[in-house]
């Protein structure tokens, strides 16, 4: 079992960044791959980022490359995404996700999820 809690969000205004970290329990951390999803009012939950066990590898949604950074601290069990050059159709509530094996971008294929925490972009 994972458990996990998302921190870092908050009101940021066009242009602006935020650190989001997400905690994870357990001592297993470092074998499973972890990503953000986002969902924002109304609309799907949509993948954001996801990184190996290792944090040898890394993934993009195209809405946020180059922006957006992932990164992990197994010794703290934390992931982290790094956001950069918000834009207001970055609004939305992110999640952390976790899974034990295999890589996918797809939210029903991770098995434990934090609660969110939300993220608001001002023009």
């Known amino acids: 079992q994972v458990q996990l809690v998302e921190s870092g969000g908050g009101l940021v205004q066009a242009g602006g960044s935020l650190r989001l970290s997400c905690l994870a329990s357990?001592?297993?951390?470092?074998?499973?791959?972890m990503a953000w999803f986002r969902q924002a009012p109304g609309k799907e939950r949509e993948f954001v980022a996801r990184?190996?066990?290792?944090?040898?590898?890394?993934v993009y949604s195209d809405s946020v490359l180059g922006r957006f950074t992932i990164s992990r601290d197994n010794a703290k069990n934390t992931v982290f995404l790094q956001m950069n050059g918000l834009k207001v159709a970055d609004t939305a509530v992110y999640y952390c996700?976790?899974?034990?094996?295999?890589?996918?971008?797809?939210?029903?294929?991770?098995?434990?999820w934090g609660l969110g925490t939300q993220v608001t972009v001002a023009s």
């Open positions: 996700a976790a899974r034990g094996t295999g890589w996918s971008s797809r939210p029903g294929d991770y098995g434990y």
């Open positions: 357990g001592r297993t951390f470092s074998s499973y791959v």
């Open positions: 990184i190996t066990g290792e944090g040898g590898s890394t």
